[in-house]
């Protein structure tokens, strides 16, 4: 099946710092999903990203199909940004079937 | 998107006993997904329930462990039969909302399980 490598595995910035997390993956996808993962385990979307950029606040989002990755920006990071963030994918010919990433825990000291 | 809910939010059970989580989504959608969060760990899909079909299962998973049922367009449940303490997890259920993205899907709150 598809792999889903995401990197880095943890992260600790200081508020206000930027930083960027990467997806890449291992074949042709339908669909790319970011979402966040709060403390309390709820599951945040955030962008729907097959190919292109997308742009949300102080968030935004790279995916390069060709070369199958994908980036999250995180600008003037603040401590409720803290948590896990999950690349997800659909390949092409599964339909539906969503694999996860392993996730990036982020951690934003005041 | 689409607004979903789910029942119970956390329990604490006994091990050998069985927990029923109960999913409701806002809109009627085809399919439902139900995942499963080990501590620490990324989600896997346990089974997708289509309304009037078979859950289908994902390998590793099985109907008699994580029977589920699909009633109507809006609502389903899982049920986590037999419980052990490998079984505390987050269980959260996903659903590719109309209107939405091809294949965009959206997720449910959790329910985060604990087995004594």
């Known amino acids: 099946g598809i792999q889903v490598e995401q990197s880095p595995p943890d992260l600790i910035l200081q508020e206000g710092a930027n930083s960027t997390l990467r997806c890449n993956f291992s074949?042709?996808?339908?669909?790319l999903q970011w979402f966040h993962q709060n403390p309390w385990g709820q599951l945040i979307n955030l962008f729907y990203?097959?190919?292109g950029t997308k742009q949300n606040g102080r968030l935004s989002a790279t995916t390069v199909a060709t070369e199958r990755y994908s980036l999250l920006y995180i600008s003037s990071s603040q401590t409720t940004d803290s948590g896990v963030y999950f690349c997800?994918?659909?390949?092409?010919?599964?339909?539906?079937?969503?694999?996860f990433g392993k996730g990036t825990l982020l951690t934003v000291n005041p | 998107s689409a607004v979903i809910s789910q029942k119970p939010s956390r329990d604490i059970c006994q091990r050998g006993t069985s927990l029923t989580i109960q999913c409701q989504v806002d809109?009627?959608?085809?399919?439902m997904f139900w995942y499963r969060q080990q501590p620490g760990q990324s989600l896997t899909l346990i089974a997708t329930?289509?309304?009037?079909?078979?859950?289908?299962?994902e390998s590793g998973f099985v109907i008699d462990k994580f029977p589920i049922s699909r009633p109507n367009l809006t609502f389903s449940t899982l049920t986590v039969s037999n419980m052990s303490p490998e079984d505390s997890s987050i269980y959260l259920c996903?659903?590719?909302?109309?209107?939405?993205?091809?294949?965009?899907?959206?997720f449910g709150p959790g329910t985060r399980l604990t087995v004594l």
């Open positions: 329930a289509n309304q009037g079909s078979e859950a289908t299962y």
């Open positions: 997800a994918v659909v390949p092409r010919g599964s339909n539906y079937k969503l694999t």
């Open positions: 990203i097959p190919s």
């Open positions: 996903s659903v590719e909302a109309p209107g939405t993205s091809y294949n965009e899907q959206f």
């Open positions: 074949d042709s996808v339908n669909n």
């Open positions: 809109s009627q959608v085809t399919m």
